[in-house]
């Protein structure tokens, strides 16, 4: 099965620090990113109460695909109905960092995480639905309420992201759903293979490790401490040979 040609889009301006490039660079087996990630102006203001873009307002900001099976914008203003996504016509997703960035940061998840989360859904997605992105209007049931730790949780309770976005997964009832549909049957190897590549979506080694500590404190206290004491013990034993070998002859 060939892979599904993604083209993003920067939609406006991006005030906080998204490593692109690493989203750019990041290798599947499902999908490929095309280059380059363009940047286009989002043109005239907000039309919804709440200060966000209501479907047609994005609608009319979202380029075209230019040759891509799917195309993503991300932006940072707000979308209809607080989303941090939302699906429009032909093929094209839009993904918002409104509100989703403090939560991000927060619990120190890279802002890169929660692309790279959209662009594995999003991708599935097009495979379940015969190679096209159901519009918003159509019902689907591809999202579940309940949060697992899984790509396709709603989070209906937004904070509940961050369980997806270090080292996600497709929990058994996706699995069971995407490699069951009738003609559009995802294979058993592609899904292997993606759980292995969600594994490396994750948080930076230090807030892995100070995680770890925060959940194992009492042995984190037992280790701390012996090697608190090795070092003193490595310490003395390094000054005293220095002490005989060299520092008493000179004195
Ligand atoms: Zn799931």
């Not at 047609?56 to 941090?84: C, H, K, S, W």
């Not at 403090?102 to 379940?128: A, C, G, Q």
């Not at 995407?178 to 294979?187: A, D, E, F, R, S």
Request: net charge positive.
């Amino acid at each position: 099965m060939s892979k599904i040609k993604i083209r993003i889009v920067i939609l406006g301006h991006i005030p906080h620090s998204l490593n692109i490039q690493k989203v750019q660079n990041w290798k599947s087996d499902l999908f490929e990113i095309l280059s380059p990630i363009d940047t286009v102006n989002i043109v005239g203001d907000s039309d919804g109460f709440e200060w966000e873009f209501l479907d047609e307002n994005m609608e009319r900001q979202l380029p075209v695909r230019n040759g891509a099976d799917v195309l993503i914008g991300v932006t940072n203003v707000p979308i209809q109905n607080n989303y941090f996504a939302r699906r429009y016509s032909d093929n094209r997703v839009c993904m918002t960092y409104s509100t989703m960035t403090d939560i991000l940061k927060y619990d120190n998840i890279p802002l890169e995480n929660l692309l790279l989360r959209v662009i594995y859904s999003v991708s599935f997605v097009y495979r379940r639905y015969g190679n096209r992105i159901p519009l918003i209007s159509e019902s689907t049931n591809f999202a579940h309420d309940e949060t697992r730790g899984c790509i396709f949780d709603m989070n209906g309770i937004k904070t509940d992201v961050i369980y997806s976005l270090n080292k996600p997964q497709l929990c058994d009832s996706c699995i069971n759903t995407l490699t069951n549909i009738p003609q559009y049957k995802v294979g058993k190897n592609v899904i292997a293979k993606v759980q292995s590549e969600l594994k490396g979506i994750k948080k930076g080694l230090y807030y892995r490790i100070t995680d770890l500590l925060k959940k194992h404190p009492i042995p984190a206290i037992i280790f701390s401490s012996i090697f608190a004491i090795t070092l003193g013990v490595i310490g003395s034993t390094i000054g005293r040979l220095l002490w005989e070998l060299w520092i008493k002859h000179w004195l």
